[in-house]
């Protein structure tokens, strides 16, 4: 009797609070429980925000970020869940994103209104924006100066947009050289295959600090666009988005950011702007 | 399937002029590419065949060499490693100086690759003509070179038409390769223009489409070149 | 950019063995899965019915007219919208190269059995035995025997075509010769050693080739 009545209790017990779980998880959050992994995109020469270390495996600010998301997400799901690095680029992220085959997206991306008719994204983690990388030698201070000249894009940025519309508006006869990524990009430069190199400022003190000759290039010019980063996530998901919402917001109310801030951007010297303190403290939503 | 088709983003600017400048920068490649192929190719398959035995070793190594190399490497060699070897006024050349360094080095890459593809198909077309046509040739007092001239050459290069076009059609399918270094030549227009629209469905679906016009032109090109051409009495004419 | 450093490659070796098993593993399957497709492509060509026959030639005649980078793209990004489902991209790199390798596979292979003579065919059905039997037991086996030069030497072109993978960032040998070329600056030494690997295993495929031919012909 006894027996039945314990049977009888695990079994309600069960029932209790077996549908909870599985009524609640939906979408991607389902699809990370069936599967046991999270599958995140990374860049390959995004620094400091996700790059290759030594050992080829995929570093960074946003992917120490994305790390906290990921144990909200083993939280979310109940179990523990591998992580599956998956390499991106400013091309392939947003298909790769919206067709299933990455489930958050960590590295160096613009959230602007066009890609939200695409891709959803998490609470602002960087405010940077356009620039030019140039070797000093060359004499370029701004972009003005690239008249005639060379500059190499990224495809698919928002530099990419931002450089074309004003070579074309200002009718600077500049020949743009497409690239895959931002080592690429680097690379024309140092081989001088380009006059400067275009994306956004963090990234160009990223690629100066891991040049073999850091002294020969400068970054120059006006900032030409605004550029708050985010971790993209698939669209139409407010589940999964609201766990890496408050995984993000709980590191900016903690102050947990600043370390990890400390820690990818200190040894560029590089401190926080005032923009990003301020989006840091806005950004820190009560539970 | 969630997807928004909106097939009209093909005929609107820019993106329409993005396709044609796409279609026109593969074909321009693929043929400038063909051109050098087929010459340095046809030159190369005969020296594979002719007496002097440096000179056949020399056409092999060549064959050898290009074609044991993917032509995704050979391209990277020419456009990222080539410029860092030589002298840097000659690397400043290539990388800045060249009209359009992209395009040229794609079309060397591809034409110095398809050559040693090339060079095979006419090797063994010449070695198919029977030994008796070659000493029947050399019986009637004909020199080396005019061997060559009237009685192999002839009739090689009209036995070798089947596979020629099976290359060519390559060469178009290749081209594609380009884009890994900065060409927007089709394929790289079809990716630009997902980018700027998110409709990768159209725009593939018309790149993909493009290239089997392509192909279809380039059949219909070489059937025709092809009947025109045909020795009586030879294989491939001679069943019918 | 200096001289020629090897320690670059050196330092880089387990990195890059790594990838040259991703491009040998890749190439076994593709070339595994294309034979099997291929060898159906070509049954269906030659069946002998245009409602088998008529697909088979389209399909083999459509996909030889598209670029692979093409096809990869398709499965990469656009086939998952599809189906609902991600194929990442090894499998994507894997279903390209079958698809892709299967149209080249079944024209070899209809000439292979093409090249079976007609008589073997009628002896064996008169002795009984059923289309699958014969094809199974007679056509298929002398086949292969006669084709396996000609695959081989598909199979290293297929090998070469593994390098494409690049495109999608798949870490084939190609691919992370790019990734240390740039990430060390070292372009000449990285895509110079690139070219010497490929090149020693894809001669050395086509010796073996020759060797076959060879022996096929005594």
């Not at chain 1, 069936?34 to 400091?48: A, K, L, Q, Y």
């Not at chain 3, 398709?74 to 190269?97: D, K, R």
């Not at chain 3, 006669?146 to 081989?152: E, G, R």
């Amino acid at each position: 009797m006894q027996k039945i009545a314990s049977l009888f209790g695990a079994a309600l017990l069960t029932l209790a609070v077996m549908p909870a779980q599985a009524q609640e998880l939906t979408g991607t959050l389902k699809k990370i429980a069936d599967s046991g992994e999270i599958v995140i995109g990374h860049r390959e020469s995004s620094v400091p925000f996700s790059y290759l270390d030594e050992k080829q495996q995929p570093v960074g600010y946003s992917i120490d970020i994305c790390l906290k998301v990921v144990e909200a997400v083993k939280a979310a799901v109940g179990k523990d869940i591998k992580v599956r690095f998956v390499p991106v680029n400013s091309q392939t992220r947003i298909p790769l994103l919206s067709n299933g085959t990455v489930q958050m997206e960590c590295g160096s991306t613009t959230n602007n209104l066009t890609r939200q008719q695409q891709v959803s994204f998490l609470p602002t983690t960087f405010i940077t924006g356009t620039k030019l990388l140039v070797s000093k030698a060359g004499g370029i201070k701004s972009i003005d100066d690239l008249k005639g000249k060379t500059v190499a894009l990224s495809q698919g940025t928002t530099n990419e947009r931002v450089v074309k519309a004003y070579i074309e508006a200002k009718k600077l006869d500049t020949k743009i050289l497409p690239v895959k990524d931002h080592a690429e990009g680097m690379l024309s430069l140092e081989t001088d295959r380009v006059d400067a190199y275009s994306t956004d400022h963090i990234l160009l003190f990223g690629l100066i600090g891991k040049s073999k000759t850091p002294e020969k290039f400068a970054v120059v010019g006006d900032f030409l666009s605004f550029d708050p980063y985010a971790m993209m996530v698939p669209r139409n998901d407010a589940d999964f988005q609201l766990v890496g919402t408050k995984a993000i917001s709980a590191l900016f109310r903690s102050g947990e950011i600043e370390t990890i801030y400390a820690k990818w951007f200190d040894p560029m010297g590089v401190p926080a702007e005032p923009d990003l303190k301020v989006a840091f403290r806005t950004q820190a939503l009560p539970e | 399937m969630n997807y928004n088709w909106k097939w009209g983003v093909l005929f609107e600017e820019p993106y329409l002029g993005w396709l044609i400048s796409g279609f026109g920068w593969t074909v321009a490649v693929s043929l400038c590419a063909w051109v050098i192929a087929f010459l340095l190719g046809s030159v190369i398959g005969v020296l594979r065949t002719v007496p002097s035995k440096p000179v056949r070793l020399f056409a092999t190594a060549y064959v050898e060499l290009f074609r044991n190399i993917p032509l995704l490497v050979q391209m990277f060699l020419w456009y990222f490693a080539l410029p860092e070897i030589l002298p840097a006024d000659a690397g400043r050349f290539l990388k800045r100086d060249l009209p359009n360094p992209e395009f040229v080095i794609a079309v060397i890459a591809l034409g110095l690759y398809t050559a040693s593809r090339v060079a095979e198909q006419v090797r063994a077309g010449i070695e198919s003509i029977s030994p008796g046509l070659t000493n029947a040739g050399k019986a009637s007092g004909l020199s080396t070179a005019q061997l060559y001239r009237h009685v192999l050459l002839p009739i090689s290069f009209r036995i070798v038409i089947p596979s020629m076009t099976s290359e060519f059609l390559t060469i178009f399918k290749n081209s594609s390769l380009a884009l890994t270094i900065g060409l927007l030549e089709l394929t790289a227009q079809a990716r630009q223009i997902t980018d700027f629209t998110f409709q990768g469905f159209e725009a593939f679906a018309a790149a993909t489409v493009l290239y089997v016009a392509i192909a279809l032109v380039v059949t219909l090109l070489m059937t025709v070149i092809e009947s025109r051409s045909r020795i009586p009495g030879y294989i491939g004419s001679g069943g019918k | 950019m200096g001289s020629f450093d090897v320690s670059v490659i050196l330092k880089s070796l387990p990195f890059l063995w790594e990838g040259l098993q991703l491009s040998l593993f890749l190439t076994f399957l593709a070339l595994v899965g294309g034979i099997l497709f291929g060898t159906l492509l070509a049954l269906m060509r030659l069946s002998g019915f245009a409602l088998l026959s008529w697909p088979s030639l389209i399909y083999v005649n459509l996909i030889r007219s598209v670029p692979f980078i093409l096809v990869i793209f398709w499965f990469y990004f656009l086939i998952p919208v599809i189906v609902g489902q991600p194929i990442g991209g090894f499998y994507s790199a894997l279903i390209a190269f079958v698809i892709f390798e299967a149209a080249y596979y079944a024209e070899i292979i209809r000439s292979g059995i093409q090249s079976v003579r007609r008589g073997q065919i009628d002896a064996g059905k008169s002795c009984g035995l059923g289309y699958w039997a014969i094809q199974r037991h007679i056509v298929l086996p002398q086949a292969f025997r006669n084709m396996t030069p000609i695959l081989l030497t598909q199979a290293i072109i297929l090998f070469q075509d593994t390098s494409l993978v690049f495109v999608v960032s798949l870490r084939d040998f190609m691919t992370v010769s790019a990734i240390v070329a740039r990430t060390e600056g070292r372009l000449v030494e990285m895509y110079v050693f690139a070219a010497i690997v490929y090149f020693v295993i894809c001669f050395a495929g086509s010796l073996l080739v020759k060797r076959l031919k060879a022996a096929n012909a005594t």
